[in-house]
């Protein structure tokens, strides 16, 4: 049986993923209004409830911090593998 998969949601995260990546080198502290302008494709930067910053769309699963940083471990682990 096929996974329910949407992947146009997995391909905007991953898009938005690579945005930060290239762009952003740490999540900012706060959020005025909690909710910023669209940054990248309709992804923005959000305070959520609990008052984490959260990078999000509203539609796929947000990105945090965390996502962030254990990304570029992999990212540089991998290229540090194809040196």
């Known amino acids: 049986m096929t996974p329910n998969i949407n992947y146009k949601y997995s391909v905007s995260?991953?898009?938005?993923m690579e945005y930060l990546l290239q762009n952003v080198e740490q999540f900012p502290k706060e959020v005025p209004g909690k909710?910023?302008?669209?940054?990248?494709?309709g992804w923005r930067w959000v305070e959520s409830l609990e008052g984490e910053?959260?990078?999000?769309?509203?539609?796929?699963p947000c990105i945090t911090a965390n996502d962030l940083q254990e990304?570029?471990?992999q990212t540089e682990e991998l290229w540090g593998c194809l040196k």
Do not use: L, V
Not at 53 to 60: K, L, M, P, T, W
């Open 71 to 73: 990304r570029r471990e």
């Open 53 to 60: 910053i959260i990078f999000a769309d509203c539609i796929s």
């Open 35 to 41: 909710i910023s302008i669209s940054i990248f494709q």
């Open 13 to 16: 995260r991953e898009d938005a």
